[in-house]
């Protein structure tokens, strides 16, 4: 199957550092792909090139597509009219409107918003209606940055670290309707909890250091505790190593 | 008493004049993060709109409808002028901080010299209808009609305002692009139409503003604008960036501040009194009365 986004050679440039070197991967057409890699390798500068969302001080190079669509250059409102959805780190959702303008916000003109589909997954939206959104708890302020996404159809989203600074039973919620919605629409997702990568995801993408170390099976990935550790820096809690992993290290080992 | 009601509500006409500058001033830098010292260009086209209108365009003049026609021209000209300067001068320099201060300040300077060649440097008397001249009693002080025209314009326009900003799509993006930007583009939102419109927004309050200033005062002259526009300033730092009742607040307490102590004092220490409140306010609640936090 054509991988729904294509990433070739990106390179990104911020301040004169070279925060992304080279950095290549596919997003499959279906299921969750995650980004995976230690605090400050380029994870969300990643996200954020795909979405055009780099600040004007920076430097991008290289191939971004969604489908045959080239994504670089293009402004971020066009992009997402276009169907990537994007839900950025810390949720940004606008602490001084209610939930009901933040999703009337997110209405596009010429289609009709997907209130159904948002409620039905949280109905906690619904009924805080009125309520200033800097009010909510961690977990109702990431669910209505995923229900602002939801509201329109998309080809693609990518949503960078949605439990992070959330309580374990709330993370248990917002991995239920990641895997739902990646029922339908594909997901990039940046996720360090690897209970949540290993419940979600089907293909993983390593970035160490600006490059990419490894591409393969996520759960795999997960399974090879040594690889995981020097990768990651954590353990899994995996005890066995699978046999034949999909293992494709890349450049970038030598940052370890 | 008298006094003091006289002192008070002159001090709300100048917070007025204020205000119709700052609230445009507050929403472009809450929005785009534009400090435009080109602001008063709007309110001194506004002025001179007015008055050359008045002496000059078919149908308007110095009194009755005449003079609402006049106002209104001055204030579509000054609109206009704010949203050509922001498509053409501030668009292709948005993130350039540097480079758009120096723009509006070259342009602030380039419009005042622009008034001055065409105009004269001269104050000019500045036809107003012979209402605005009298004085109406209120508590024993003989408060004069163009301020309490100023205030009646300024509570219109907030009110007009606010419900713009409450009730409308492109309000609802304006308070969303102020608390931030990116996020609202991040939603598939052009925020540059937002821009323009905060601009155009802008540069009408302060096209009357130099209106209703100049019935206030008397007097147009080319250096108007960029002397209110101190105050105004002033006025958005301590309502806070980007917030409108922020500014509504600041106003009033600015307007009566330089009113009571120019009187009680003497005359020019209210001027310093605000510059001081100014320096308590960034010293104790940098993000203003009712500003966005500044963050890292």
Redesign the interface.
């Known amino acids: 199957m054509e991988p729904v986004l294509t990433v070739e050679d990106l390179s990104v440039r911020i301040s004169g550092l070279h925060i992304l070197q080279g950095v290549s991967f596919t997003v499959a057409p279906t299921g969750v792909t995650v980004l995976l890699g230690r605090n400050g390798v380029g994870k969300t500068t990643t996200l954020r090139a795909i ?1 055009g ?1 780099t ?3 920076g430097e991008v190079r290289g191939t971004i597509r969604m489908g045959a669509q080239s994504l670089l250059a293009r ?3 066009r992009l ?2 276009g169907g990537l959805g ?1 839900v ?1 780190e810390d949720r ?1 959702v ?4 209610t939930v009901a ?1 933040n999703l ?3 209405e ?1 003109r010429g289609t009709s918003p997907a209130y159904d589909r948002v409620f039905a997954l949280f109905p906690e939206l619904d009924r805080r209606g009125r309520q200033r959104a800097g009010s909510l708890s961690g977990g109702q302020q990431q669910m209505l940055a995923i229900g ?1 996404v939801l509201l ?1 159809d998309n080809r693609l989203l990518l949503v960078d670290e949605p439990t992070k600074g959330l309580a374990p039973k709330v993370v248990t919620e917002v991995a239920e309707v990641l895997e739902r919605v990646a029922e339908s629409v594909p997901v990039l997702l940046v996720e360090q909890n690897l209970a949540v990568v290993r419940r979600l995801a089907r293909d993983a993408v390593v970035l160490a250091a600006g490059r990419v170390a490894w591409t393969g099976d996520a759960r795999e990935l997960l399974l090879e505790t040594a690889l995981t550790k020097s990768l990651l820096g954590v353990g899994t809690g995996e005890a066995h190593r699978p046999a034949g992993a999909n293992r494709a290290p890349v450049a970038g080992k030598d940052a370890h | 008493m008298g006094t003091v009601i006289l002192l008070a509500l002159t001090g709300l006409g100048l917070a007025a004049l204020y205000f119709l500058v700052a609230s445009g001033l507050s929403l472009v830098f809450g929005l785009a993060d534009v400090l435009n010292f080109a602001h008063g260009l709007f309110l001194g086209v506004g002025a001179y709109g007015t008055w050359w209108a008045a002496g000059n365009l078919p149908g308007a003049g110095p009194d009755g409808f005449g003079f609402v026609f006049a106002v209104a021209f001055g204030v579509a000209a000054g609109t206009l002028v704010a949203i050509l300067v922001e498509l053409v001068l501030i668009r292709p320099l ?3 901080t540097i480079e758009q201060v120096l723009v509006t300040v070259g342009l602030s300077l380039a419009g005042v010299a622009l008034l001055q060649a065409t105009w004269g440097a001269d104050a000019r008397p500045f036809p107003r209808p012979d209402w605005t001249r009298q004085v109406t009693g209120i508590l024993g002080a003989q408060v004069p009609n163009g301020g309490l025209l100023l205030i009646i314009a300024a509570v219109l326009v907030l009110g007009a305002i606010l419900a713009f900003l409450r009730w409308t799509r492109y309000g ?2 304006i ?2 692009g102020v ?2 930007r ?10 540059r139409k937002a821009f323009t419109l905060v601009f155009a927004i802008g540069g009408a309050a302060a096209a009357l503003a130099g209106a209703l200033g100049g019935v206030y005062f008397g007097t147009v002259s080319p250096g108007q604008g960029s002397s209110l526009l101190i105050f105004a300033f002033i006025v958005v730092v301590i309502g806070g960036m980007g917030s409108v009742v922020g500014s509504a607040y600041a106003a009033v307490v600015v307007g009566l501040v330089q009113q009571f102590v120019n009187y009680y004092g003497t005359s020019g220490l209210g001027d310093i009194c605000v510059v001081g409140l100014l320096a308590v306010v960034l010293l104790l609640r940098p993000q203003g009365i009712a500003g966005k936090v500044a963050t890292a």
């Open positions: 979405v969302l600040p004007p001080a402004p971020t409102h997402v009219r994007y950025p940004c606008f602490a001084g409107l303008e009337r916000l997110a596009r602002r329109n | 948005y993130s350039r609802l993006v308070r969303a608390e931030n990116e996020m609202v583009t991040a939603l598939g939102i052009d925020v």
